[in-house]
């Protein structure tokens, strides 16, 4: 009798089907959790990408709307404003805004120079495009990533041009990303409406309120 029992039970175990589902999700879940997570990740990315081509333009065109002429305070304002468009991303602790005046040489018309440049952010890096310099020692032709340069017209007239680097903060890991990248964006606007593009103080401003860029603080 037992003998007969045995093969009947073992048929009734082979037959029964209720964990599949159960053991089929177990299986399946690694790779769902994976394309999940991947996913979350990629899109982040493009989010942070696009978040920084933002702050480049906002920045760049609120200085070039400043009218008469431009000051420190007026300088530190563009600079809060863009920094706050990035902060879902935590621009400010992560990434850097170069803001730059650039202009035509009036003693050799084919060449460029910038006037001033102010920074804000805390990420130390400088200007991959040129610092600010003297008018007759500059051999600057244009400004930008090669492929993509700008040069400022016939003076009084000026460019602003905005250079933004920021580590990318992963929402889960840099992995499905290849790594830990760094996002660089620039933005430039011609100025309107200003023909003095020398860069005051008439705040007052001490030396830690300017937006130097030798000052790598949130």
């Known amino acids: ?21 159960f053991t089929e ?4 879940l690694p790779v769902l959790l994976t394309l999940g997570l991947g996913g979350l990740e990629i899109a982040h990315y493009a989010l942070a990408i696009q978040e920084c081509s933002q702050i480049a333009m906002t920045a760049a065109d609120n ?25 879902n991303i935590g621009f400010a602790a992560n990434g850097r805004i170069i803001l730059s005046d ?6 050799d018309t084919t060449k460029q120079w910038i006037r ?35 040069a400022a017209t016939t003076a009084p007239t000026a460019v602003m041009f905005v250079q933004v680097s ?3 903060q992963p929402l889960i890991s840099n992995i499905w990303i ?10 430039a606007f011609n100025v309107r409406q200003r023909t003095d593009q020398t860069l005051y103080n008439t ?7 300017i937006s130097s860029c030798s000052t790598f603080s949130a």
């Open 1 to 21: 009798m037992l003998k007969r029992m045995v093969p009947s039970a073992l048929r009734g175990l082979a037959a029964n089907s209720s964990g599949i589902a």
């Open 25 to 28: 999700f177990a299986l399946a």
């Open 63 to 87: 200085a070039s709307r400043v009218r008469i002429s431009i000051d420190e305070t007026d300088v530190n304002d563009v600079l809060t404003g863009a920094k706050l468009v990035g902060t």
């Open 102 to 107: 650039l202009e035509q040489s009036t003693s």
């Open 116 to 150: 001033w440049q102010r920074c804000s952010g805390a990420k130390n890096v400088t200007s991959s495009y040129g610092t600010p310099n003297a008018m007759s020692s500059s051999t600057m032709t244009a400004m930008g990533p090669t492929g993509n340069q700008i």
């Open 166 to 168: 920021y580590a990318y």
């Open 178 to 187: 290849g790594g830990a990248r760094t996002i660089n964006t620039t933005s």
């Open 203 to 209: 705040s007052n401003l001490s030396t830690s309120q």
